[in-house]
Antibody, heavy 115, light 108 residues
Framework: EVQLVESGGGLAQPGGSLRISCSASGFIFSSHKMAWIRQAPGKGLEWVSVIFTDGTAIYADSVKGRFSMSRDNARNTVYLQMNSLRVDDTAIYYC?????????WGQGTRVTASS | EIVLTQSPGTLSLSPGERATLSCRASQGVPSPYFAWYQQKPGQAPRLVIFGISIRATGIPDRFSGSGSGTDYSLTISRLEPEDFAVYYCEQYGASPRTFGQGTKVEIK
């Protein structure tokens, strides 16, 4: 059974940093692209980043230069390092497996940027 | 960036009725990279349709997707109580990947 479990969310001050994680199981992790998608309170879905099997990552313009996605295939885990957080980064962050669409999602981790 | 506009914003229907949701892209979406997701309150989204018209695992056959170019639709042939939710379209043929703003299907 495919499972994605996010962790590491919480409260950070604007300008601060936070690292969230997503632990995967039930599939060959190293063979799949993984992504982060976020949802601000009461809003729709926004793609944040994707990491390819070779470790290359691309980002939405809204987070480029501030966020960094990485993967550890030995731990079946992806990470999102979020720096220079802004109030509008406040959202639930979902980890998802990418395979013809996002076919599996985690339950999400809440990130709040507020003073 | 390809902007996706969903209509209507809210669809008020009764169980057993047919639902048709639309999604229009600001430019042609590379085929067949188009998907639909269902999201219920407090839950993560769930993939419903990918590749324009292919049902994801476990999705009943009352759900169907169609479209090409800039116009896509999701049809639920007969609404069941568990189908009332918010639906999002998504294109994954061009970077950045983009989602529509969502259509809420609510019980009339």
């Amino acid at each position: 059974e495919v499972q994605l479990v996010e962790s590491g969310g919480g409260l950070a001050q604007p300008g601060g940093s936070l690292r969230i994680s997503c632990s995967a199981s039930g599939f060959i992790f190293s063979s799949h692209k993984m992504a982060w998608i976020r949802q601000a309170p009461g809003k729709g879905l926004e793609w944040v980043s994707v990491i390819f099997t070779d470790g290359t990552a691309i980002y939405a313009d809204s987070v480029k230069g501030r966020f960094s996605m990485s993967r550890d295939n030995a731990r079946n885990t992806v990470y999102l390092q979020m720096n220079s957080l802004r109030v509008d980064d406040t959202a639930i962050y979902y980890c998802a497996r990418e395979y013809s669409g996002f076919d599996f999602w985690g339950q999400g981790t809440r990130v709040t940027a507020s003073s | 960036e390809i902007v996706l506009t969903q209509s209507p914003g809210t669809l008020s229907l009764s169980p057993g009725e047919r639902a048709t949701l639309s999604c229009r892209a600001s430019q042609g979406v590379p085929s067949p990279y188009f998907a639909w997701y269902q999201q219920k309150p407090g839950q993560a989204p769930r993939l419903v349709i990918f590749g324009i018209s292919i049902r994801a695992t476990g999705i009943p056959d009352r759900f169907s997707g169609s479209g090409s170019g800039t116009d896509y639709s999701l049809t639920i042939s007969r609404l069941e109580p568990e189908d009332f939710a918010v639906y999002y379209c998504e294109q994954y043929g061009a970077s950045p990947r983009t989602f529509g703003q969502g259509t809420k299907v609510e019980i009339k």
